[in-house]
């Protein structure tokens, strides 16, 4: 009788195998169930943010889930990367991050994150090249021309960037090294009093973020020399880049999206997949493109890749330049 009945209850235990099974499966397909926070680190109106809202509003879209923003500036993003990296790894907190990422565990005396080891990338939503400009005083008219112009006047010509340690000042320190020349570092409290000084002409070159530049450059008031990435840019097929010039020069400031170390395998793939069928849509890459960013998608582990990489290159570069914030 007792035996009867435990092999009853046996069976009866085998039978919901097969249901849970399916019934775990289909709770993993459900992500998300909930809104998803993507943590931005920097203010309202700038290229992250802006950039951000635009992955925000696909992934809604796609997921089927509101993915709300959530600023949280300070820092050079510092402050956000060290909330994200303390959040929990549940596929419901994501940081939309970019360059800085790395360049910050080398620039800051004391960080509490490591940018490789406590994220799981996600997807390198767009490439943003920066462009060197000049001020039409100088007269160079490209890159070789203002190569050979800095070599036969060392230390006489300047260039202005938005801080030390800042994008515009290591991709600046990035090219003198490659290129030979010795410029001259005039650092500012951000890009825009930089522009007004370098529009006045006591700047007389930069590499900066195309965003205020372009204007500038389209009105003749600065002259556009070249782009950062590799090749030319589909946001400014005009322009050259410059490893036409200085072979192997690459500065590509990048934006995409992180979760935090040990997140689900399936909340990851379902983000990449989401994201990347939507850089696949003409009407998203003309957008972009508007914003000078390039398109690009991928795998996680080909932006794996891209953040060990540049972490490497601007630990150096950091190292070279000196530069440090308490």
Same mark, same amino acid.
Do not use: C
């Given at each position: 009788?007792?035996? =009867?009945?435990?092999?009853?209850?046996?069976?009866?235990?085998?039978?919901?195998?097969? +249901?849970?099974?399916?019934?775990?499966?289909?709770?993993?397909?459900?992500?998300? %169930?909930?809104?998803?926070?993507?943590?931005?680190?920097?203010?309202?109106?700038?290229?992250?943010?802006?950039?951000?809202?635009?992955?925000?509003?696909? &992934? #809604?879209?796609?997921?089927?889930?509101?993915?709300?923003?959530?600023?949280?500036?300070?820092?050079?993003?510092?402050?956000?990367?060290?909330?994200?990296?303390?959040?929990?790894?549940?596929?419901?907190?994501?940081?939309? #991050? =970019?360059?800085?990422?790395?360049?910050? $565990?080398?620039?800051?005396?004391?960080?509490?994150?490591?940018?490789? #080891?406590?994220? !799981?990338?996600?997807?390198?939503?767009?490439?943003?090249?920066?462009? /060197?400009?000049?001020?039409?005083?100088?007269?160079?008219?490209?890159?070789?021309?203002?190569?050979?112009?800095?070599? =036969?006047?060392?230390?006489?010509?300047?260039?202005?960037?938005?801080?030390?340690?800042?994008?515009?000042?290591?991709? /600046?320190?990035?090219? @003198?090294? /490659?290129?030979? +020349?010795?410029?001259?570092?005039?650092?500012?409290?951000?890009?825009?009093?930089? *522009? #007004?000084? /370098? &529009?006045?002409?006591?700047?007389?070159?930069? *590499?900066?973020?195309?965003?205020?530049?372009?204007?500038? +450059? @389209?009105?003749?008031?600065?002259?556009?020399?070249?782009? !950062?990435?590799?090749?030319?840019?589909?946001?400014?097929?005009?322009?050259?880049?410059?490893?036409?010039?200085?072979?192997?020069?690459?500065?590509?400031?990048?934006?995409?999206?992180?979760?935090?170390?040990?997140?689900?395998?399936?909340?990851?793939?379902?983000?990449? $997949?989401?994201?990347?069928?939507?850089?696949?849509?003409?009407?998203? +890459?003309?957008?972009?493109?508007?914003?000078?960013?390039?398109?690009?998608?991928?795998?996680?582990?080909?932006?794996?890749? *891209? *953040?060990?990489?540049?972490?490497?290159?601007?630990?150096?570069?950091? @190292?070279?330049?000196?530069?440090?914030? %308490?």
């Amino acid at each position: 009788m007792h035996r =009867s009945a435990f092999g009853a209850a046996i069976a009866g235990a085998l039978w919901l195998i097969p +249901v849970l099974t399916l019934l775990v499966a289909s709770g993993a397909q459900a992500y998300p %169930d909930r809104p998803v926070r993507l943590i931005v680190g920097f203010p309202p109106g700038g290229a992250a943010d802006i950039l951000g809202r635009i992955a925000a509003q696909k &992934l #809604t879209g796609g997921l089927g889930q509101q993915v709300v923003v959530d600023n949280r500036g300070g820092a050079g993003g510092l402050i956000a990367t060290e909330i994200a990296a303390k959040a929990n790894a549940d596929g419901y907190t994501l940081l939309f #991050t =970019s360059i800085p990422h790395v360049i910050n $565990a080398h620039l800051y005396r004391k960080v509490g994150y490591d940018p490789v #080891t406590d994220f !799981t990338p996600v997807i390198q939503f767009v490439a943003v090249p920066l462009m /060197m400009a000049s001020h039409p005083s100088l007269p160079a008219g490209s890159v070789r021309e203002l190569v050979a112009y800095a070599r =036969s006047r060392p230390g006489q010509i300047n260039y202005g960037s938005g801080g030390s340690g800042a994008s515009s000042h290591l991709a /600046m320190e990035l090219f @003198k090294a /490659m290129a030979g +020349v010795d410029l001259v570092h005039i650092p500012y409290k951000g890009v825009g009093p930089m *522009i #007004t000084d /370098m &529009l006045a002409g006591q700047v007389k070159l930069t *590499i900066s973020s195309a965003v205020p530049l372009s204007p500038q +450059v @389209k009105a003749g008031r600065l002259r556009g020399l070249a782009v !950062t990435s590799p090749k030319r840019s589909a946001a400014f097929p005009d322009l050259p880049a410059i490893a036409e010039s200085v072979p192997g020069y690459e500065v590509i400031n990048w934006f995409g999206i992180l979760a935090p170390a040990g997140a689900p395998k399936a909340a990851v793939a379902r983000i990449n $997949a989401e994201l990347n069928k939507a850089l696949r849509q003409p009407e998203l +890459v003309r957008t972009l493109n508007s914003r000078g960013a390039d398109a690009v998608g991928g795998t996680p582990e080909e932006f794996a890749r *891209i *953040i060990r990489a540049d972490f490497a290159k601007w630990g150096k570069v950091v @190292k070279d330049s000196g530069a440090k914030v %308490d």
